[in-house]
């Protein structure tokens, strides 16, 4: 679900009144007041239950004394504080997104899908839009919300986000701080810069010759030849040299006016030359196309033999590094320039994963259904992302301190029924309180710096959001297939297959998977969003 956001808090306001008519019990004329007065339009809810069901991704089981995920000690906190009674229907997680979303299909044709259903991304709601099971949003926001209404105007950005072509809002989601890549940008080993005597490297050029020193100059000092300069994990490995040259696979670019997809333009072919180039000088395993599971490139890694980590790291395997070499001292490596200037890390806020959590069209009370996303929003979340205050933590200058790491391992497990929340974790609260493990507390400080390197770069990304097609996400799914395979051949061929013959290809298989007519989409789309 991954780690985000700043602690902000919003105060819930809900009054609800009711006009009548009234009667001073003295006659009054067909102009007095109490003729002309109106009877209140009564809503058609109110006479309604406040019951809704929410979905639930169920993970691992939970100790048998902590009950069930659909009844335990915080289904219940919700119930006895919410103003909306619950009942949470777990859906198991395994497998993935396809076996999950199949799961809340055959539960809506069923008519037994929860009133509230969610999961990640714009794809899958914009499924259920056409398929006509979810309904619009706008009617119950602009009714009956107070906490979400003031939050979509505090993050005016999140509206485009879950608006879809008709002009209508279909999802209630939150503001997500994409932490700079904390954890994918690229970092690397201060120390072995400072034992050859090299500087931080600023452009391509100078990145390529630091990579050959970690190589040839034997920087881990054990007399052997057996470092690489970059270790990837993931498949990352190449991404960090295409957002480079701003042609990144599956983002987009305007390019003279048009909408351009990212390694069909002409400059893809200065991020092939560049990766067949570290690949020709041995700064890379040779041995990487094979290593599927990447095991042989986070051995690398942990045991100290890379002097770059490239990709998708968890933080937890960067950490096994500091633990295996305690000398290690990685770094946040500035994004380097080359002739196209420089891109940086970080992606936009309005991000392919964030939580959209959509209301059933079946759904018997919208209006209860408002009452509790604000309720969640204005109040719930920090309790069921961390225990009750006394309890579970207590602050000590503002920061929440947990009171007994082993009793809330067990107790504080509600987090995943915020499904909304106005949380965003500071960067800054990794290294505060200090750990009590000097080596994890190094760890952290460095993410923080992290943090502060990523952030200092634009990101070129010129579609944050784009149309959702089928046919032109097929296209694209199709030539990113071939994708593949032209650029692995391109990278270990030699001169037998080069970057410039690849581009050839390369436009071939875009056109041939129907690239012209993925354009015209995405220039439809850009006049929209122009106009």
């Known amino acids: 679900m991954r780690k985000r956001n700043i602690p902000l808090f919003i105060a819930l306001i809900m009054t609800v009144s009711a006009a009548a008519g009234c009667s ?5 004329d067909s102009a ?10 009564e809503d058609k809810y ?9 979905q639930y991704y169920e993970n691992t089981p939970l100790p048998s004394e902590e009950g069930t995920w659909a009844d335990n000690r915080w289904t219940k906190w919700i119930n006895e504080n919410s103003p909306v009674k619950v009942k949470w229907v777990p859906i198991p997680q395994a497998g993935g997104q396809a076996v999950r979303t199949q799961k809340i299909n055959t539960m809506l044709a069923a008519g037994e899908a929860p009133d509230l259903i969610w999961d990640w ?4 709601p914009a499924s259920l839009i056409k398929q006509g099971a979810i309904q619009p949003v706008d009617e119950f926001v602009e009714k009956y919300s107070t906490a979400y ?4 105007a505090k993050y005016p950005g999140l509206k485009a986000g879950v608006t879809y072509d008709d002009g209508k809002m279909y999802n209630f989601t939150v503001n997500r701080q994409y932490n700079p890549s904390l954890d994918t940008g690229v970092y690397i080993r201060q120390d072995w810069l400072n034992k050859l005597n090299l500087k931080m490297p600023t452009t391509l050029d100078e990145l390529i010759a630091v990579g050959q020193a970690f190589v040839e100059q034997d920087p881990d000092g054990n007399g052997k030849k057996d470092t690489v300069a970059f270790a990837f994990d993931g498949t990352r490995q190449f991404t960090y040299f295409e957002h480079m040259f701003q042609a990144g696979q599956s983002y987009w670019y305007v390019e003279d006016g048009k909408p351009r997809y990212g390694p069909t333009l002409d400059r893809y072919k200065d991020s092939l030359e560049t990766f067949k180039k570290i690949y020709d000088l041995g700064l890379v395993d040779k041995e990487f196309p094979t290593d599927k599971n990447f095991d042989r490139e986070t051995q690398l890694l942990t045991s100290g033999k890379a002097g770059m980590a490239i990709g998708h790291w968890t933080w937890g395997k960067l950490l096994d590094l500091k633990k295996t070499v305690p000398t290690a001292e990685m770094v946040p490596l500035p994004m380097v320039s080359n002739k196209y200037g420089k891109n940086g890390y970080v992606r936009t806020p309005l991000d392919s994963t964030d939580i959209m959590v959509m209301l059933n069209k079946q759904a018997k009370n919208p209006k209860a259904a408002m009452e509790f996303i604000d309720w969640m929003l204005a109040k719930g979340w920090e309790t069921m992302m961390f225990g009750i205050e006394g309890v579970h933590y207590k602050k000590e200058n503002g920061v929440r301190v947990v009171i007994d790491q082993q009793k809330n391992a067990k107790e504080v497990y509600g987090s995943g029924y915020a499904i909304v929340k106005d949380y965003q974790t500071s960067v800054e609260e990794l290294a505060k309180p200090k750990n009590p493990d000097p080596v994890v507390q190094a760890f952290n400080e460095m993410l923080v710096g992290g943090n502060k390197v990523f952030m200092k770069e634009a990101f070129r990304n010129d579609f944050p959001i784009g149309p959702l097609d089928d046919d032109k996400d097929k296209t694209v799914a199709a030539f990113n297939a071939e994708l593949a395979q032209i650029r692995l051949k391109a990278i270990i061929s030699g001169d037998k297959y080069t970057p410039a013959m690849a581009m050839e290809d390369i436009k071939k298989k875009w056109a041939e998977a129907g690239g012209e007519k993925a354009e015209k989409v995405m220039a439809d789309f850009l006049a929209k ?3």
């Open 121 to 124: 991304g714009r794809e899958y």
């Open 46 to 54: 109110d006479k309604l239950p406040k019951e809704i069901t929410i």
């Open 149 to 152: 209404k003031n939050y979509l």
């Open 24 to 28: 001073s019990g003295k006659g009054t």
């Open 529 to 531: 969003q122009k106009k």
């Open 32 to 41: 007095g007041s109490a003729a002309s007065a109106k009877p209140a339009v």
